[in-house]
């Protein structure tokens, strides 16, 4: 029982930390937080 609840409760922790990732990327490219080089970067366009 104790193993399950700390299964859900890692689980809601990365799936929070997922969407909260996903949410700062989000407000960084809508504020024009990145330029054009950091998606060459991530994206490997280099």
């Keep these: 029982m104790l193993k399950y609840l700390l299964?859900?409760?890692?689980?809601?922790?990365v799936f929070a930390g997922i969407?909260?990732?996903g949410k700062a990327v989000q407000?960084?490219?809508f504020?024009?937080?990145f330029?054009?080089?950091f998606f060459d970067?991530?994206?490997f366009r280099k």
């Design 7 to 13: 299964f859900c409760l890692r689980l809601a922790i």
């Design 19 to 21: 969407v909260f990732f």
């Design 27 to 29: 407000y960084l490219i």
């Design 31 to 33: 504020n024009g937080g």
């Design 35 to 37: 330029s054009g080089e």
């Design 41 to 43: 970067y991530v994206f």
